[in-house]
């Protein structure tokens, strides 16, 4: 050290001074270094926390909800049937339900092009805080049920809370998207399967709201095709704005007559003549 | 900051680091509880739900 023994009153003075300079710039530079980890910190709780959360949400949802269990095959079906009883396709009016209460789980949804992805709920609602970034699927209140002439509209996040959308870029046109009811109060419309099939796909811009119209795109127009429709953000990460897949009702089947062939790989869709068993048609 | 927390934590290093590692993991599940879900509805890339 090159400083003199005996400091003058003004050294220590400046000296003093000096240290509360850099003490508060080291203090800010601290808090500004805190703020950045505090902000990594929130997008990894953001993309991956939420994911984590939310996909075991859904998961419970789905596993605790009343709802009628598919029938097993036959004994007498061979090593080589399927596990299950394949549904028969249904082309009649299907039943529909009637709107449950907000928030209500009513149905779940699966889609078989989305390979790996599980079985999401679809809840009444579309609002954030207690639907869509808690129990997953939301539907539009006031469009149509499933099986209903008009349009079943439902969100879903592409990015973060479960993201149940996330995959909704592979979608291609025919493609099968299942909708099974739950039993609620096991009036009509209840434990039943609507088979969509995808039609179409756009990207509009948030506001553009005529993509859940009865007839998607026309509100004017008086519906008469049993339609769906699938929207979510676009692009990824972003609310600019919005993916829209529209679908139309393939078949429907009571749960208790099988399981979709869509859902069951290897499976061949039954005819709908009721003198064909399902292992018949297979064999 | 840290420096005064560091100098004001009581043993030796082994002990203070034990004591930080905790302080810090404290932090971070308080932050996932409750901070982040509270200030998630304000980022701009929330807005998501279609006609509101």
Known sequence: MTEPTAATPQHRARRRR????????????????TLGLLLFGFLVWQLWWTDVQGNRAQAEIVREVVRETPPAASPSAGATEPAVKIAKPRHDAPPVLAEPKHATTFATMQVPRWDGEPERPISE????????????????????????????????????????FNRILELKKGDPVVVRTVTLDGGPGTDTWYVYRVVSTQVVAPTQVDVIAPVPNDPSAKPTKRMMTMTTCHPMFSARERFIVHLELDYWAPVSSGTPAELVPGAKTPSADPTSTPSAKDS | ?????????PGPTAVRVLISAILVALVVVACFTWL?????????????????
Do not use: Q
């Open chain 1, 18 to 33: 000096h240290g509360v300079v850099y003490g508060t710039v080291g203090v800010i530079g601290e808090l500004l270094i």
């Open chain 1, 125 to 164: 609602g579309t609002d954030k805080a207690t639907v869509l970034d808690v129990l997953g699927v939301g539907h539009y209140e006031g469009t149509a049920m499933p099986g209903d002439i008009g349009n079943f509209a439902v969100a879903g996040h592409r990015t973060t809370y479960a993201k149940p």
């Open chain 2, 1 to 9: 900051m840290y420096g005064w927390l560091w100098r004001h934590l």
């Open chain 2, 36 to 52: 982040y879900p509270a200030i998630a509805p304000y980022m701009p890339f929330n807005e998501t739900t279609v006609g509101e």
